[in-house]
């Protein structure tokens, strides 16, 4: 049985990349939009890709949540500086009792959305896409777009494979969205952290691309041993042991990767607040707890919330 209602809750570069896939798949989506709600009422959504570019001229967009209907599943594709406003957003299409489908990077995410709606209405997800909203209403996916689907567990342990997780899976691939279901979401979480925790934060301290990074010695250097001490993290905060070779893997995919800016240096190009607490300060608190000693990802958290603060300062002043 196919899920075919769908709310989309932050139409961005994920948002609106996944939502207008499931859109020209056949699903009856919404689309929670801000600053171009107006304009997507009017143009609707563009999506460039790499798969293949294609338009939805006409879409269902809201600017207030309230206005939602209840939906079967509610993706939530919002950046996590703006969770606090899931207690408002979330309840209007989730009323009737939907799933909730957290497709947000870090630790502490899905915890988030189950304090609203029970930890046993919610699946997480970690996206592996390059993609980019460029403009009103325009998305640009430049390479990949693969979705980890896995149960929460308000306990930590490994949820399992679901006949839900395959319904979710069926109608993502239907929509040519590639899935892989995990069993185990938080490890998968600590994976996604791997590639992340470097990546992301470098890119906006040494305001890089990927292809500069990894093609670099000594930066290539600094990104391995950043991945080194998030595998460290994950087996000593919450025991699960990833692989050294999954290094590998990551920087493989990496050298592979069509020259990319990642979101947190595209937010802190643009100006706005980075994902820090997610990705970095959560992880660093949950190591320090655990008496590891993670220095180059404490520098790297220092470093992104000095940036930040600085840049949201002016900007407000």
């Known amino acids: 049985m196919n899920f075919t209602t769908w709310a989309v809750i932050g139409t961005g570069a994920l948002g609106?990349?996944?939502?207008?896939?499931?859109?020209?798949?056949?699903?009856?989506?919404?689309?929670?939009?801000?600053?171009?709600?107006?304009?997507?009422?009017?143009?609707?959504?563009?999506?460039?890709?790499?798969?293949?570019?294609?338009?939805?001229?006409?879409?269902?967009?809201?600017?207030?949540?309230?206005?939602?209907p209840a939906c079967d599943v509610t993706v939530v594709a919002l950046k996590a500086t703006h969770n606090h406003l899931l207690?408002?957003?979330?309840?209007?299409?989730?009323?009737?009792?939907?799933l909730v489908v957290v497709l947000q990077n870090g630790l502490g995410v899905?915890?988030?959305?189950?304090?609203?709606?029970?930890?046993?209405?919610?699946?997480?997800?970690l996206c592996f896409i390059c993609s980019n909203k460029v403009r009103p209403g325009h998305i640009h996916h430049l390479d990949y777009g693969r979705i980890t689907l896995g149960e929460y567990t308000a306990d930590q342990q490994p949820g399992g494979l679901t006949d839900r997780l395959a319904r979710l899976q069926a109608d993502f691939e239907r929509a040519a969205i590639p899935i892989a279901l995990t069993p185990d979401l938080l490890e998968a979480r600590w994976k996604k952290l791997v590639w992340n925790i470097p990546f992301n934060g470098l890119s906006v301290v040494l305001n890089a691309s990927t292809v500069e990074m990894i093609t670099r010695p000594p930066t290539r250097a600094i990104s391995v041993a950043l991945m080194e001490e998030t595998l460290a993290a994950a087996a000593a905060v919450h025991n699960r042991h990833i692989p050294p070779t999954f290094i590998d893997?990551?920087?493989?995919?990496?050298?592979?990767?069509?020259?990319?800016?990642?979101?947190?240096?595209?937010?802190?190009?643009?100006?706005?607040s980075l994902e820090i607490e997610a990705i970095?300060?959560?992880?660093?608190?949950?190591?320090?707890?655990?008496?590891?000693?993670?220095?180059?990802?404490?520098?790297?958290?220092?470093?992104?919330?000095?940036?930040?603060?600085?840049?949201?300062?002016?900007?407000?002043?």
Not at 18 to 39: K, P
Not at 87 to 98: H, Y
Not at 113 to 118: C, D, L, P, Q, S
Not at 281 to 287: F, I, S, T, V
């Open 16 to 68: 609106g990349y996944y939502g207008a896939r499931l859109q020209q798949a056949g699903a009856d989506v919404h689309f929670l939009l801000n600053s171009d709600c107006d304009h997507v009422r009017r143009h609707g959504l563009r999506i460039e890709s790499v798969n293949g570019d294609f338009e939805l001229p006409q879409v269902n967009a809201y600017q207030n949540a309230d206005d939602l």
């Open 87 to 98: 207690p408002k957003l979330l309840p209007p299409p989730t009323r009737d009792g939907g």
């Open 110 to 125: 899905d915890e988030a959305a189950a304090e609203i709606v029970g930890p046993d209405k919610v699946v997480g997800g």
């Open 249 to 272: 893997d990551m920087v493989s995919a990496t050298e592979q990767m069509k020259p990319y800016q990642p979101s947190m240096k595209l937010d802190f190009d643009a100006g706005r």
């Open 280 to 317: 970095y300060g959560q992880p660093l608190r949950l190591a320090q707890q655990a008496k590891l000693d993670v220095p180059r990802l404490e520098m790297l958290y220092h470093q992104l919330k000095f940036l930040n603060d600085r840049q949201m300062t002016r900007k407000n002043s």
